[in-house]
């Protein structure tokens, strides 16, 4: 017999990131697919980062995969509400092609707002991470009128979407662990608001499609319990002559470079 989880993991497309280091079973429609912004957010990740890292909301890999095809010493978890999303995570993880990261990878199926005893009874520990990044819900419902329920909850946010991920990560991150995460700029005031007074050392690099065009997305990343101020790093521009991605947006989008430069 098979549920709603099998029934959605059977149609889906494979598809390759970084120069087919690594391949992401993605749904074929109906739920989120990732690209650009999953291999942005991966980047912020310094590639000397070693340890361990979760990737929450983690959709069916490809950002956390992203993570541990570029930095060797990275061991992943992924976690995932959806059972849908879920499945497609673990389709990933076992597929012939990503055996060589398979081992540092592992796939959690967990509501990001569970707390306390809950959380720890999924299986995510208090202060057990290095690291955190997210791909939250950032869109407001006006801007994603999808009639897909799996698809809607990965993209549209509630007013409290920052506060509840972030308390989450707080608890998972050790002290002056790494969080970071890519949102767009008009969620900045939220965002910085749920940052405060659990991370500190903010870092944006604000990304704009092209040098002339105002921004379309923010990468942020900050480290729990640091007291530094605000930092705004240079834009990253995705396109540049002939409507081509810049050298440096190619080498982001495929594992070869880290987005703030470490």
Same mark, same amino acid.
Request: charged share 20%; with cysteine; proline share 6%.
């Given at each position: 017999?098979?549920?709603?989880?099998?029934?959605?993991?059977?149609?889906?497309?494979?598809?390759? #990131?970084?120069?087919?280091? #690594? +391949?992401?079973?993605?749904? /074929?429609?109906?739920?989120?697919?990732?690209?650009?912004?999953? &291999?942005?957010? /991966?980047?912020?990740?310094?590639?000397?980062? @070693?340890?361990?890292?979760?990737?929450?909301?983690?959709?069916?890999?490809?950002?956390?995969? %992203?993570?541990?095809?570029?930095?060797?010493? @990275?061991?992943?978890?992924?976690?995932?509400?959806?059972?849908?999303?879920?499945? #497609?995570?673990?389709?990933?993880?076992?597929?012939?092609?990503? /055996?060589?990261?398979?081992?540092?990878?592992?796939?959690?199926?967990?509501?990001? /707002?569970?707390?306390?005893?809950?959380?720890?009874?999924?299986?995510?520990?208090?202060?057990?991470?290095?690291?955190?990044?997210?791909?939250?819900?950032?869109?407001?419902?006006?801007?994603?009128?999808?009639?897909? @329920?799996?698809?809607?909850?990965?993209?549209? &946010?509630?007013?409290?979407? #920052?506060?509840? +991920?972030?308390?989450?990560?707080?608890?998972?991150?050790?002290?002056?662990? &790494?969080?970071?995460?890519?949102?767009?700029?008009?969620?900045?005031?939220?965002?910085?608001?749920?940052?405060?007074?659990?991370?500190?050392?903010?870092?944006?690099?604000?990304?704009?499609?092209?040098?002339?065009?105002?921004?379309?997305?923010?990468?942020?990343?900050?480290?729990?319990?640091?007291?530094?101020?605000?930092?705004?790093?240079?834009?990253?521009?995705?396109?540049?002559?002939?409507?081509?991605?810049?050298?440096?947006?190619?080498?982001?989008?495929?594992?070869? %470079?880290?987005?703030?430069?470490?």
């Amino acid at each position: 017999m098979t549920g709603p989880a099998d029934e959605t993991a059977a149609a889906f497309t494979l598809d390759a #990131f970084h120069r087919g280091d #690594f +391949w992401v079973a993605q749904p /074929a429609k109906g739920g989120h697919r990732s690209g650009m912004d999953a &291999m942005m957010l /991966a980047a912020a990740v310094p590639t000397g980062f @070693a340890g361990r890292l979760v990737d929450l909301g983690a959709g069916a890999g490809a950002a956390g995969m %992203a993570v541990a095809s570029r930095c060797a010493g @990275a061991r992943v978890d992924l976690v995932e509400n959806a059972p849908q999303m879920a499945a #497609f995570a673990r389709l990933t993880c076992a597929h012939e092609r990503n /055996a060589h990261l398979a081992p540092r990878v592992s796939v959690i199926e967990a509501d990001v /707002a569970l707390a306390g005893r809950q959380r720890a009874a999924a299986g995510l520990a208090d202060n057990a991470y290095e690291a955190a990044i997210m791909n939250p819900p950032f869109n407001a419902a006006v801007d994603r009128a999808t009639p897909s @329920a799996l698809k809607r909850s990965a993209h549209v &946010m509630t007013d409290t979407t #920052f506060e509840s +991920w972030l308390r989450t990560a707080a608890a998972l991150v050790r002290p002056r662990g &790494m969080v970071a995460l890519i949102a767009r700029p008009a969620s900045l005031p939220a965002l910085l608001s749920a940052l405060e007074g659990r991370f500190g050392g903010a870092q944006i690099v604000p990304v704009h499609p092209r040098s002339e065009e105002a921004a379309i997305r923010i990468v942020v990343r900050a480290r729990r319990g640091a007291r530094a101020g605000l930092t705004l790093f240079p834009p990253l521009v995705l396109h540049g002559e002939e409507d081509r991605f810049s050298p440096r947006a190619d080498a982001i989008n495929n594992g070869r %470079a880290s987005l703030f430069g470490d």
